[in-house]
């Protein structure tokens, strides 16, 4: 590289995790709120600087105008969804490997109080780490959202089964990177109408 030539970061593709029916909450939670979590969850990413932005469907069906999608969002609709959250995040990592990009960045639809700021510093301690793997951590707990660089990608299409998604690959290294996020959001995800729990 010539001297003085600007180092661009490795690209990183988000995927907004939205094909789940929502069976505690009521209705796909890609709806809750007329689509106002799943339009944040967007921006989220993207203004946290993820490009391209991908929202994985499955219990809306496969047309995209049922989700409300904002216009000239990118989408997948995940055929196999009802198999558990495994499906949903093998199909992210094959959006992200088409994408060609480095790392890619998952984020339930929800987890509305996350905002950018959390996603550009997990994303950021992810490129700056070995291991290329961080996630986000709320009150000691594990959180979204997760970054992971592409080697680690075939390994969690495989170790993912059933409702066990990146977690069951993830939750056993001890090379990644906690990152606290307590002073930006709490990180809790929406299970009941009304309602914010872990």
Not at 70 to 78: L, N, S
Request: hydrophobic share 45%; proline share 8%.
């Amino acid at each position: 590289m010539p001297p003085n030539e600007p180092v661009t970061p490795s690209a990183c593709t988000g995927i907004v995790l939205a094909a789940g029916a929502g069976s505690r909450y009521g209705k796909p939670k890609a709806l809750a709120e007329d689509g106002a979590w799943l339009r944040a969850a967007i921006t989220t990413l993207r203004d946290g600087g993820c490009a391209p932005v991908i929202v994985l469907l499955g219990a809306t069906g496969p047309d995209p105008a049922a989700a409300a999608l904002p216009p000239g969002t990118q989408w997948r609709w995940v055929a196999d969804w009802a198999s558990g959250l495994a499906a949903t995040v093998r199909a992210g990592l094959r959006a992200a490997a088409e994408a060609d990009t480095r790392y890619v960045a998952f984020l339930p639809v929800d987890v509305p109080d996350i905002g950018a700021d959390v996603v550009a510093r997990v994303l950021a301690a992810a490129r700056a780490s070995e291991s290329g793997l961080a996630r986000a951590v709320f009150s000691a707990t594990p959180g979204h959202p997760a970054v992971i660089e592409n080697k680690h990608w075939e390994a969690i299409s495989a170790a993912a089964v059933g409702d066990a998604g990146a977690g069951s690959y993830l939750g056993g290294r001890q090379d990644m990177v906690c990152v606290t996020c307590d002073d930006l959001a709490t990180g809790a995800d929406r299970d009941f109408p009304g309602v914010g729990a872990r």
